[in-house]
């Protein structure tokens, strides 16, 4: 495994709480509605399993598996599909959840892919944005926490495929 220099950025607390607001926040949004959560693989899971447990309605859970990293640091700007959704979602409200949005670009085209289908509606969500790595205008709904243009790990987040177990959001410092 490859040791980077870690700077915990937002605590294990502070997460979960983020994740309980936003959890009422959809729960008064969706109340007595049947709703399709989304997760984003692979970074998307641990929020995205916290987050549904926090929203009191009737859920279903897809998957759709993307990738613009490719092992790298920064995004290619390339989005590849790993894993399409399993059922259709017309007519149905969608609740799209992603780990991070830096450059915009796999926001927008998960929002594309997912609003071809004819949803009811289709709410956004992020754990983290990068408003300064924004590479294209890229709305979002809901997004947890706002952070500068740096790399992070943890809860869901990974380096090659590391760190995506720790209970926190970390900084890297540096790489080894």
């Known amino acids: 495994m490859t040791n980077l220099s870690l700077k915990p950025y937002i605590s294990e607390e502070q997460i ?4 309980k607001e936003l959890g ?16 984003v693989l ?12 926090a929203i009191d309605a009737d859920i279903t859970c897809e998957f ?7 092992g790298g640091t920064s995004s290619s700007g390339e989005v590849k599909v790993t894993l399409d959704l399993a059922s259709p979602v017309e007519g149905k409200h969608v609740v799209l959840v992603e780990d991070i949005v830096d450059t915009g670009l796999t926001m927008n085209y998960l929002k594309g892919s997912i609003l071809s289908r004819n949803p009811k509606s289709l709410t956004t969500i992020a754990l983290l944005e990068k408003p300064e790595a924004l590479k294209v ?4 709904d809901h997004v947890g926490f706002k952070i500068p243009n740096d790399f992070v790990v943890g809860y869901g987040l990974d380096y090659q495929g ?5 209970p926190y959001i970390a900084q ?3 790489f080894q």
Do not use: I, P, W
């Open 162 to 166: 590391y760190y995506r177990n720790l």
């Open 64 to 70: 759709f598996g993307v990738a613009s990293y490719h």
């Open 24 to 39: 009422q926040t959809l729960t008064k949004k969706f109340k007595g509605e049947k709703v399709v959560a989304v997760c």
């Open 16 to 19: 979960q709480q983020k994740v």
């Open 172 to 174: 890297v410092q540096n």
């Open 137 to 140: 205008e890229c709305q979002l």
């Open 42 to 53: 692979k970074g998307s899971f641990m929020f995205y399993s916290d987050l549904v447990r």
